[in-house]
């Protein structure tokens, strides 16, 4: 199905009603971002290409791969963060038109940075994700098809990254659909196969430690990381943290707010810390992972950035605040 018409309303100011919630809260999400629909330029980062997850994935990949020679199509790995790690084309004609609009090793496609895409929105919505021609929000990517899915790994239950297939729109079909629900249960199997004694057992005492506590847990050790949701996305570094732990010793504690103090300076260079504590905080959670904002009754408002993500666009709530307080509130953000 053609959506150009629909996109278009979309950027106008219109809510179309004939298009998926799914699509239409990517869509939202892309344009609070501020993603620009007509600016193509991906983002390029250094990747490492020899990680467990490619080498574990990518002969499952190539197997697959194997099916669709000739059919003028591609198949990528991305890591947690939506950047191409691994990339096999059927051909040199599209692997050049892929080249042009940066679906390269080391392009980042998170759904912030580029709008509405397969590794993007299969990532931030935690599910397949099936993007076909104007369904992608950059205009430059409409003549293009994309099936992605998460992977979770199968012991430690961490997302490992996305698995893609791409292809001309013209030559999108339902099996594109099949083709990656096959490298999904693929990548999974071989990952529960590559699994190690260590990491069930890591897995065992991190659940063990949760049933314990409402606390932020982590486990650890020296090539795994789990952390439970309730950290809260913190940003620490698993090197520093195992470096730490191993310096201590077995019963000691470790002090993590030195690491967390740096990246907040690293942010906000002329920041004086007068004092450091730690208090609890509570984190907003809605059911379309979008922006509420509005008022509940003639006496009260309301507005959160849900998920624990407010401050990438605090600005903007600010401003979207202060238009609820006025009586302008936008239909799509009343809850």
């Not at 983002?43 to 080498?55: E, G, I, L, N, S």
């Not at 990339?87 to 390269?104: C, E, N």
């Not at 990656?180 to 004694?197: C, I, N, P």
């Not at 690293?266 to 007068?274: Q, T, V």
Request: with cysteine; glycine share 10%.
């Amino acid at each position: 199905m053609d959506r150009r018409g629909e996109w278009e309303a979309f950027l106008s100011g219109a809510e179309p009603g004939d298009v998926e919630p799914g699509l239409l809260d990517s869509w939202r999400r892309s344009r609070w971002s501020g993603v620009d629909p007509a600016h193509t330029d991906i983002p390029q980062v250094t990747v490492d290409a020899d990680t467990p997850f490619v080498r574990v994935a990518s002969p499952v990949m190539l197997g697959l791969a194997d099916q669709l020679a000739g059919t003028s199509s591609c198949l990528a790995l991305a890591d947690p963060r939506g950047t191409v790690v691994w990339r096999w084309v059927s051909d040199a004609g599209i692997a050049g038109d892929l080249d042009d609009v940066g679906v390269v090793r080391g392009g980042l496609f998170a759904e912030e940075a580029i709008g509405t895409n397969g590794i993007g929105t299969a990532l931030e919505s935690g599910g397949p994700a099936v993007v076909l021609g104007a369904d992608h929000y950059v205009e430059a990517f409409h003549r293009w098809a994309c099936v992605a899915a998460p992977v979770v790994h199968p012991v430690t239950r961490t997302v490992c990254g996305a698995v893609n297939v791409t292809c001309r729109a013209r030559d999108a079909n339902a099996f594109l659909t099949l083709a990656a629900s096959a490298m999904v249960q693929g990548v999974v199997g071989a990952l529960r196969a590559d699994a190690t004694v260590p990491e069930r057992r890591l897995l065992d005492a991190f659940r063990t430690a949760r049933s314990r506590t409402t606390a932020p847990v982590l486990a650890l050790d020296a090539s795994t990381l789990l952390a439970a949701d309730s950290t809260g996305g913190v940003g620490l570094d698993h090197a520093e943290l195992w470096a730490l732990v191993t310096e201590a010793g077995p019963g000691e504690d470790i002090d993590v707010a030195d690491g967390l103090q740096e990246q907040i300076l690293e942010r906000i260079r002329d920041l004086a810390f007068e004092e450091r504590r730690v208090v609890p905080c509570m984190t907003t959670f809605g059911d379309t992972g979008l922006p509420c904002i509005g008022p509940l009754s003639e006496r009260l408002a309301v507005a959160f950035g849900c998920y624990g993500k407010s401050a990438k666009c605090s600005d903007e709530l600010g401003r979207l605040g202060a238009m609820a307080l006025l009586g302008e509130v936008m239909p799509e953000l009343a809850p």
